[in-house]
């Protein structure tokens, strides 16, 4: 009975963060008793539980701890053959030692884990801002967007989150694989160069790819799109279209617009984002248009008098207000 009580005390303080070395030797000493099963078992919950959860305050108190588990799970590694041995007799004991192990590992993931800040950068309107990632990929933001992500990369997946438009250059990691989170889709890939514009507010979102391959997951659907092909979806309707175009992609990285087959709403948001603008719509009239045709680098004036051109919808300017009417 003492040496069942003594036994559970040394596992008690180990938990506790309060033992010597000697309290360690005869802690895994003890564990080759006919009673380790038992101790185990019933001190398996709390291990787990607190190794997910305690947190330490310091950055020595985590370097610490992180040598203290290296140091546990070194030590079951030596005696995996008695571990093995004893998962062979029992398996409630081995359940209890996989607790422990498993409890180890999650610890330390833990730890990294605490060390990832995230980063933001956003654009407002008219504006364009070049960022590199701390896995060296490029990308290019455009007006009115944000992007959020780690300041170092762990895990299966390198994963950012994108509202707006933004042209990647992806560093290639087989390894690793590269994920594009938004509100419409989620974009992986390798290591590709392509085009995200997902604005929440527009009803057309797109994927336009120039080198590589991406696959592209929506809520209810998979599509995985190569070089030189786009896809358009209608986030109303549901609907697709998939394309195969020689172009250049992203052309408003060197200040054009292109539009293909854009709903008028969209082109005007798309407007307001590029001049810094207010534009709105001649109540009591119908706006179904869809646009298409580029633009080099023109100004807002030269865009909108393309736009009457091509559709017949007129403007009035007033400062950086602009009215579209018909009538």
């Known amino acids: 009975m003492k040496e069942t009580e003594k036994n559970k005390l040394l596992v008690r303080r180990y938990l506790d963060d309060l033992y010597s070395k000697a309290d360690v030797t005869a802690l895994f000493d003890g564990m080759q008793s006919s009673t380790s099963d038992k101790l185990l078992d019933e001190h398996a919950p709390d291990i787990w539980e607190e190794s997910a959860f305690k947190q330490p305050s310091t950055d020595v108190e985590r370097e610490q701890f992180k040598k203290e588990a290296r140091l546990l799970l070194r030590h079951i590694n030596n005696k995996r053959r008695f571990w093995l041995r004893k998962a062979l007799l029992g398996f409630t004991g081995a359940a209890a030692v996989i607790c422990l192990i498993l409890g180890c590992i999650r610890f330390f993931d833990y730890l990294d884990q605490q060390k990832i800040s995230y980063l933001e950068v956003s654009t407002s309107y008219g504006q364009s801002k ?35 438009e933004g042209y990647f250059r992806v560093h290639r990691n087989t390894a690793q694989p590269f994920l594009v989170k938004t509100r419409r889709m989620d974009i992986r890939v390798l290591g590709t160069c392509f085009n995200v514009k997902s604005y929440f507010t527009d009803e057309i979102v797109s994927v336009d790819v120039e080198s590589g391959k991406v696959q592209v997951d929506l809520p209810e659907a998979m599509l995985r799109l190569k070089a030189k092909e786009q896809v358009f979806i209608n986030t109303l309707s549901g609907e697709y279209s998939k394309r195969c175009e020689e172009r250049s992609v992203a052309m408003w990285r060197e200040g054009g617009l292109r539009f293909n087959s854009t709903p008028i709403r969209d082109v005007a948001k798309e407007l307001e984002r590029r001049y810094n603008c207010r534009i709105t719509f ?26 009457e051109y091509t559709s017949g919808i007129r403007y009035r300017k007033n400062g950086n207000q602009i009215l579209l009417y018909k009538y």
């Open 130 to 164: 070049k960022i590199h990632l701390p896995d060296g990929t490029e990308l290019t933001l455009n007006s009115c967007s944000q992007i959020r992500y780690p300041n170092r990369f762990i895990g299966e997946k390198r994963i950012v989150e994108l509202e707006g």
């Open 282 to 307: 001649a109540k009591g009239e119908d706006f179904e248009n869809l646009i298409s045709g580029e633009h080099d680098n023109q100004n807002l004036e030269a865009v909108l008098q393309s736009i």
